[in-house]
């Protein structure tokens, strides 16, 4: 079954110029997969995930979450959803500055009333995978980008969610930070049959997914999948960026 | 961690946004403490000139607690503004509705509780230095420290209850329905201001209909038009900010001239937007700094009773014997030791009453016998107690009523005397005090010397005055004939007496009573307005910061930045002060007609004193502001 399920997905914002952020998005993603969504600024990729995220609402089309459509719940069971099936890691990493590394991460079993034995032992699972074992008790000023990026991350899986939903994930880092972020996403995609959704437009982040979704104008424009090797795809990727960017009328740079 | 934990640890580690509100629920709670040591201080309640000053004091009490209230509300609703970013943020990661309740209430507890203990411990260690002036003010000699367990218990359970309320409050106040907003609060640009034409000329009508009453009130009229001018003032304020001041700056606007000059076009433009933004928080400001003004003014102002009380009592101290009994002599030689043993030195006259019976008279209500007083004697009085007066002297039946009073309303009154039924008609007034009301407790005429010797009275009664230079001199002489400095007439006690000087004590310490409450009150008031112009600014602070932080972008010099934020902070902190000292100036005006004397003196001290405290404020805040903004600019 699919974990997630975009069908004619539309969203348009009112006000005195009504704008046609996303217009007939179809897709699905399987369990385990990392795929990854692209595309020039202003095509809509945040938008789409902030629909899927609950963040926002769609003005037309279903979203199907493990079967669910969130946007059909109501106030309380959004939230238990967003506890139970969702986790998140956002570009400019949303930690609370108010607390700790340790206390960042437990926040959704917090939330949820977990005893404080359980929460330790998925706390030391967590940290002990994204090496942040030991920076648990310090503030968030306190600790690099790249730290601040796998708090984020364990904050996300902490909870075992069904889907991983991820904006530019490495915007904010520098070369080695963002390499250590991908891969130790790709590790838990892997190890923990993790479903990711990443929206980025670094295509390095992006050769790391599955397969990569391009976005232009609010609609679909193509797919890419990844095959063996991540140089060519990132090829490939680039490529595509370049057709997508330019004219329709330029020769493609396809290597042959 | 567990959730109580969270929220705990969320509200203790997130110290600076709270410094602010916590520190005015702490002040709140230590004013409303430090009352409550007075009243129920057991040194204070001894006393009977001191009931008064405990009903006063109780009063005041409820008023600083119903504010302190809507003040607290004011200044929660104010953080939860400035923190829908963070709640979007546990929205997301799944917070129910009812656990950001409980978290909002949690918090809210914590602060209020750590106010109150805080706001306790201030007026324990304050305490002593506010009994120390209260004692001074009220003239009681040192008030010794006395810890109140009902004093305690009172703050602590009242304000345990206000914070309770807020918390059920606040929970309302957070309103999510749809997280992007939360996200987007602080990043949405505000919508443009929009202006009704007509409310506009509303406001400036109502302003100036209760300017004009105010300016014109008589004693009379004062307390008819009291509350409507009162209604409208406040309702004028209103929509003059929310409608009249954006209008008027939209008209600057369109000047291009003078908008695209310099740094014009920066401050107008963000005035325009912030005027509308800002209109409630200004008419709030306003209306509680002409409060305070009033509060004040209105009690300074009382200083003139005081200065009038010389007026009010020809002769310092006043004997009206009632019958011809040896006792008067005797009572009168005591007087006179006393005044002798104080070394005070007096003149004495005395004068006679004849009480002329009435038959009728066009007033509502006929006395039976009125006294009267030859002109002569009226001038002797008039002339042993120094006043200049210029008046001619009565023929025939002309009458002056007797003044008894500073200002009294007379009115035209005609007697018909039982005495061949002569007709005598009132029409002016003397212009001076002949008797103090304290003295002979009703109206009297003053007649032509030659109709008094005509005039055959049914009582006649010998009035014995002393005059000396000052008349705080006298207070407490003659303690043993009079307590209280006045008597009325019982069969053991056959006459009357006023201490001008005892009467004068009594009064300036009513007076320093209420002027103590009403400083304490207009102070709390004062820094409220003070702390809702601090709440705005901080509230807007990020906004500020990415708002100044895209002009230096373009090319702005320190020297500008400084410019147009100190034109703008100058507008935040004075137009609202400068339209209360507006608002204040034309109650005082309603206020004179009820004073002789001119009572501008105390007014100006009032206002300027305040002006003074709100430049202090401005200073400090700008001094603040513009480092705190250009920590964030290079």
């Given at each position: 079954?699919?974990?997630?399920?975009?069908?004619?997905?539309?969203?348009?914002?009112?006000?005195?110029?009504?704008?046609?952020?996303?217009?007939?998005?179809?897709?699905?993603?399987?369990?385990?997969?990392?795929?990854?969504?692209?595309?020039?600024?202003?095509?809509?990729?945040?938008?789409?995930?902030?629909?899927?995220?609950?963040?926002d609402r769609?003005?037309?089309?279903?979203?199907?979450?493990?079967?669910?459509?969130?946007h059909?719940?109501?106030?309380?069971?959004?939230?238990?959803?967003?506890?139970?099936?969702?986790?998140?890691?956002?570009?400019?990493?949303?930690?609370?500055?108010?607390?700790?590394?340790?206390?960042?991460?437990?926040?959704?079993?917090?939330?949820?009333?977990?005893?404080?034995?359980?929460?330790?032992?998925?706390?030391?699972?967590?940290t002990?995978?994204?090496?942040?074992?030991?920076?648990?008790?310090?503030?968030?000023?306190?600790?690099?980008?790249?730290?601040?990026?796998?708090?984020?991350?364990?904050?996300?899986?902490?909870?075992?969610?069904?889907?991983?939903?991820?904006?530019?994930?490495?915007?904010?880092?520098?070369?080695?930070?963002?390499?250590d972020v991908?891969?130790?996403?790709?590790?838990?995609?892997?190890?923990?049959?993790?479903?990711?959704?990443?929206?980025?437009?670094?295509?390095?982040?992006?050769?790391?997914?599955?397969?990569?979704?391009?976005?232009?104008?609010?609609?679909?424009?193509?797919?890419?999948?990844?095959?063996?090797n991540?140089?060519?795809?990132?090829?490939?990727?680039?490529?595509?960026?370049?057709?997508?960017?330019?004219?329709?009328?330029?020769?493609?740079?396809?290597?042959? | 961690?567990?959730?109580?934990?969270?929220?705990?640890?969320?509200?203790?580690?997130?110290?600076?946004?709270?410094?602010?509100?916590?520190?005015?629920?702490?002040?709140?709670?230590?004013?409303?403490?430090?009352?409550?040591?007075?009243?129920?201080?057991?040194?204070?309640?001894?006393?009977?000139?001191?009931?008064?000053?405990?009903?006063?004091?109780?009063?005041?009490?409820?008023?600083?607690?119903?504010?302190?209230?809507?003040?607290?509300?004011?200044s929660?609703?104010?953080?939860?503004?400035?923190?829908?970013?963070?709640?979007?943020?546990?929205?997301?990661?799944?917070?129910?509705?009812?656990?950001?309740?409980?978290?909002?209430?949690?918090?809210?507890?914590?602060?209020?509780?750590?106010?109150?203990?805080?706001?306790?411990?201030?007026?324990?260690?304050?305490?002593?230095?506010?009994?120390?002036?209260?004692?001074?003010?009220?003239?009681?000699?040192d008030?010794?420290?006395?810890?109140?367990?009902?004093?305690?218990?009172?703050?602590?359970?009242?304000f345990?209850?206000?914070?309770?309320?807020?918390?059920?409050?606040?929970?309302?106040?957070?309103?999510?329905?749809?997280?992007?907003?939360?996200?987007?609060?602080?990043?949405?640009?505000?919508?443009e201001?929009?202006?009704?034409?007509?409310?506009?000329?509303?406001?400036?009508?109502?302003?100036?209909?209760?300017?004009?009453?105010?300016?014109?009130?008589?004693?009379?009229?004062?307390?008819?038009?009291?509350?409507?001018?009162?209604?409208?003032?406040?309702?004028?304020?209103?929509?003059?900010?929310?409608?009249?001041?954006?209008?008027?700056?939209?008209?600057?606007?369109?000047?291009?001239?003078?908008?695209?000059?310099?740094?014009?076009?920066?401050?107008?433009?963000s005035?325009?937007?912030?005027?509308?933004?800002?209109?409630?928080?200004?008419?709030?400001?306003?209306?509680?700094?002409?409060?305070?003004?009033?509060?004040?003014?209105?009690?300074?102002?009382?200083?003139?009773?005081?200065?009038?009380?010389?007026?009010?009592?020809?002769?310092?101290?006043?004997?009206?014997?009632?019958?011809?009994?040896?006792?008067?002599?005797?009572?009168?030689?005591?007087?006179?030791?006393?005044?002798?043993?104080?070394?005070?030195?007096?003149?004495?006259?005395?004068?006679?009453?004849?009480?002329?019976?009435?038959?009728?008279?066009t007033?509502?209500?006929?006395?039976?016998?009125?006294?009267?007083?030859?002109?002569?004697?009226?001038?002797?009085?008039?002339?042993?107690?120094?006043?200049?007066?210029?008046?001619?002297?009565?023929?025939?039946?002309?009458?002056?009523?007797?003044?008894?009073?500073?200002?009294?309303?007379?009115?035209?009154?005609?007697y018909?005397?039982?005495?061949?039924?002569?007709?005598?008609?009132?029409?002016?007034?003397?212009?001076?005090?002949?008797?103090p009301?304290?003295?002979?407790?009703?109206?009297?005429?003053?007649?032509?010397?030659?109709?008094?010797?005509?005039?055959?009275?049914?009582?006649?009664?010998?009035?014995?005055?002393?005059?000396?230079?000052?008349?705080?001199?006298t207070?407490?002489?003659?303690?043993g004939?009079?307590?209280?400095?006045?008597?009325?007439?019982?069969?053991?006690?056959?006459?009357?007496?006023?201490?001008?000087?005892?009467?004068?004590?009594?009064?300036?310490?009513?007076?320093?009573?209420?002027?103590?409450?009403?400083?304490?009150?207009?102070?709390?008031?004062?820094?409220?307005?003070?702390?809702?112009?601090?709440?705005?600014?901080y509230?807007?602070?990020?906004?500020?910061r990415?708002?100044?932080?895209?002009?230096?972008?373009?090319?702005?010099?320190?020297?500008?930045?400084?410019?147009?934020?100190?034109?703008?902070?100058?507008?935040?902190?004075?137009?609202?002060?400068?339209?209360?000292?507006?608002?204040?100036?034309?109650?005082?005006?309603?206020?004179?007609?009820?004073?002789?004397?001119?009572?501008?003196?105390e007014?100006?001290?009032v206002?300027?004193?305040?002006?003074?405290?709100?430049?202090?404020?401005?200073?400090?805040?700008?001094?603040?502001?513009?480092?705190?903004?250009?920590?964030?600019?290079?």
């Amino acid at each position: 079954m699919s974990i997630l399920t975009v069908d004619h997905l539309e969203k348009i914002y009112e006000g005195k110029v009504a704008h046609k952020a996303l217009d007939n998005i179809n897709f699905s993603v399987e369990k385990g997969e990392f795929v990854g969504v692209m595309g020039p600024s202003g095509s809509g990729k945040t938008t789409l995930l902030n629909l899927i995220a609950t963040i926002d609402r769609p003005t037309a089309g279903e979203i199907l979450i493990n079967g669910k459509n969130p946007h059909v719940l109501n106030r309380k069971e959004t939230a238990l959803f967003r506890r139970h099936e969702l986790g998140f890691v956002f570009q400019h990493f949303n930690l609370l500055d108010t607390l700790t590394v340790e206390e960042n991460i437990v926040l959704p079993l917090t939330l949820d009333g977990e005893s404080i034995k359980e929460m330790d032992k998925k706390l030391q699972y967590v940290t002990k995978k994204l090496g942040i074992d030991s920076i648990l008790k310090k503030r968030t000023y306190e600790i690099s980008g790249g730290q601040m990026q796998r708090t984020a991350i364990a904050r996300s899986i902490i909870h075992k969610p069904s889907l991983i939903l991820a904006d530019e994930p490495t915007g904010n880092l520098d070369s080695k930070a963002s390499k250590d972020v991908m891969e130790t996403i790709t590790a838990i995609n892997k190890e923990d049959q993790a479903t990711v959704l990443m929206v980025t437009h670094d295509p390095f982040a992006a050769s790391y997914c599955h397969r990569v979704i391009f976005i232009k104008d609010g609609q679909l424009y193509n797919e890419i999948y990844r095959g063996e090797n991540r140089q060519a795809f990132f090829q490939k990727i680039m490529d595509m960026l370049a057709l997508l960017g330019g004219d329709n009328r330029d020769l493609s740079t396809v290597r042959l | 961690m567990t959730f109580p934990q969270f929220v705990y640890r969320n509200v203790v580690r997130n110290k600076r946004t709270y410094a602010a509100h916590f520190l005015s629920s702490a002040f709140s709670v230590m004013i409303f403490f430090v009352y409550a040591l007075f009243i129920f201080h057991p040194d204070i309640k001894k006393g009977v000139a001191n009931v008064l000053a405990i009903q006063l004091m109780t009063a005041a009490e409820v008023i600083m607690y119903v504010f302190s209230f809507l003040f607290v509300l004011y200044s929660v609703s104010t953080f939860l503004k400035s923190r829908k970013r963070e709640f979007g943020i546990l929205m997301m990661h799944g917070m129910t509705r009812g656990q950001l309740n409980k978290m909002v209430f949690l918090e809210n507890m914590i602060i209020g509780i750590s106010a109150i203990v805080a706001g306790i411990g201030l007026g324990l260690i304050t305490g002593k230095l506010f009994l120390m002036i209260g004692s001074q003010v009220v003239g009681m000699g040192d008030l010794p420290f006395y810890f109140s367990t009902k004093a305690l218990l009172l703050t602590a359970i009242a304000f345990l209850i206000l914070f309770f309320c807020i918390s059920l409050f606040t929970t309302a106040l957070v309103r999510v329905n749809k997280l992007i907003d939360l996200f987007q609060a602080g990043v949405k640009p505000k919508k443009e201001p929009k202006v009704s034409v007509l409310l506009s000329i509303l406001s400036a009508i109502l302003l100036l209909v209760s300017y004009y009453l105010a300016a014109t009130a008589t004693m009379q009229t004062l307390v008819f038009r009291m509350l409507p001018v009162i209604a409208m003032t406040v309702i004028g304020t209103y929509f003059f900010y929310t409608q009249l001041s954006v209008f008027l700056v939209k008209l600057l606007q369109r000047n291009r001239g003078l908008f695209w000059k310099k740094t014009n076009i920066v401050t107008i433009s963000s005035l325009a937007y912030r005027l509308k933004d800002n209109a409630r928080m200004f008419f709030m400001v306003t209306i509680v700094s002409t409060v305070a003004f009033c509060a004040v003014g209105t009690l300074a102002s009382m200083n003139v009773m005081n200065k009038q009380f010389d007026k009010a009592f020809p002769a310092e101290i006043s004997y009206r014997a009632v019958d011809d009994q040896p006792i008067h002599q005797q009572n009168l030689k005591q007087i006179e030791t006393e005044l002798k043993a104080k070394e005070i030195p007096y003149t004495m006259n005395q004068v006679q009453l004849k009480f002329v019976a009435i038959a009728s008279s066009t007033d509502r209500y006929t006395p039976e016998k009125i006294p009267v007083i030859s002109f002569a004697d009226y001038k002797k009085i008039a002339k042993a107690a120094g006043y200049k007066s210029i008046e001619k002297p009565l023929v025939g039946t002309n009458v002056l009523e007797m003044r008894t009073a500073s200002f009294s309303n007379w009115e035209e009154i005609t007697y018909t005397l039982k005495q061949d039924q002569i007709k005598l008609a009132q029409n002016k007034s003397t212009k001076n005090v002949v008797v103090p009301m304290q003295v002979i407790f009703q109206s009297g005429l003053v007649v032509s010397d030659e109709l008094y010797a005509k005039l055959t009275p049914v009582d006649t009664q010998t009035l014995t005055g002393f005059y000396t230079k000052n008349l705080e001199d006298t207070a407490g002489i003659g303690k043993g004939l009079v307590e209280d400095s006045q008597s009325t007439v019982t069969d053991d006690h056959p006459f009357v007496m006023a201490v001008s000087g005892t009467l004068y004590e009594y009064q300036m310490t009513m007076y320093k009573m209420m002027l103590f409450v009403a400083l304490l009150i207009g102070a709390v008031f004062f820094i409220a307005a003070g702390s809702f112009l601090y709440f705005r600014l901080y509230a807007d602070l990020d906004y500020d910061r990415r708002h100044y932080l895209t002009i230096t972008k373009v090319g702005l010099t320190d020297r500008e930045l400084n410019k147009i934020v100190t034109q703008q902070l100058l507008l935040l902190f004075f137009v609202p002060i400068i339209v209360a000292f507006v608002h204040s100036a034309f109650a005082f005006m309603a206020l004179q007609s009820f004073y002789q004397l001119s009572i501008a003196k105390e007014i100006v001290v009032v206002l300027a004193s305040f002006l003074v405290a709100q430049m202090i404020y401005f200073f400090v805040i700008r001094y603040r502001y513009l480092r705190n903004l250009k920590k964030t600019l290079i």
